[in-house]
């Protein structure tokens, strides 16, 4: 049975509707209208096929809660197109929560190298074998039990709970509250808290409740396919006639900008050491610069306020200082010439960063305690951040 026609018993509107200008009486028909859309409009998605345990097709109508999860942390601050190739090498390595709560923490980061933002696949699993150990595998069904998982907020809890459970949760996000705004043509901040509150109070008054999952993802589609950022396309809109900001021209501008944190701007030196195999030093950091390197395997790096080869080199003298003697390889790689390679800039949230990375070629690597030492052109293998990434091709465009 088509969204449409589930829907043709819509539950009225709200009054809290009346703030993005559907009133009860419209609010039916513009259900209606939106979700016959997204039925004939929808792009087709890897995690939106049904699929049961084990990769079995599901009943209708009931879609793998794993899935629906994993996808939905995968994109929060990323792309479709993005996300799409991670996603379905992820399930291919890990296609049940158990498995993924059993597997190593490096295979799990190394699946989703690339992906950025590491602390989701750490509460991935985090939460996967809670969900394991205290929910008998299922994702929880209850809206507070999700909200206690890790990585879990209210808008995730309610797209997991509404597609994958039809639970009649109204999950709001950017799309959403863009589209929500110029229905209403809202000015504003509409991130501040009470014009974001008003908004979800809006979507909930405005939810489905026969077709929760169709219908959040109906209004992502629009948000992500019609009611873009820059330039929508309200002459396609399947709901312009109820848009206010269209009617009044004011499209283009709403939602109004938010006022940005100017960035800091950063320098990080990173030493690439280079042994005759071709083998290069990797370290883990866990406090100071590790945060810009997503705490994964990364080059000795340090942030440098004045001469970087210098406090390249005293970071390096404080490292070693530590787990090698005087006469050791390690020691001696401090005297070696530091060849500076091609900068690359980088940007993590509010950080402009400029990675500065130098090759120190030495006859042997320095044995430190936690080190990795493997080959610099194998560095795909492991989990390493963007970073880390530019500051390797560098080094292998240089060698």
Known sequence: MSSRARLRRGAPAQTDAESVGISARQGPAFRRRLLAWFDKNKREMPWRQRAGAGGAPSPPNKKD??????????LQQTRVTAVVP???????????????ARARAAAVLGAWAGLGYYSRARNLQR?????????????PREYDAALQLPGIGRYTAAAILSIAYRQPLAALDGNVARVLARLGAVHGDIRRSKLWRQLDAAAGALLAREAPGDWNEAMMELGATVCTPIAPRCEQCPVARWCRARAQGIAERLPEARLKTAPVEMTIAAAVLLDPRGRTLLVRQTNGDGALFARLWQFPAVEAGGDPRKALRDHLRSVMRRTVDAGEPGARALKREMKPLAPARHAVTFRDIRLLPFLVRVPRLPSLEGARTPRLASLDRLAISSATRKIARAALEAT
């Open 86 to 100: 991670y996603y379905e090498r992820f399930l291919s390595k890990f296609p049940t929560v158990r498995e993924l």
């Open 65 to 74: 809660p794993y899935r629906v999860w994993l996808s939905e942390i995968m």
């Open 127 to 139: 939460a996967a074998r809670e969900i394991v150990s205290t929910h008998d595998g299922e994702f």
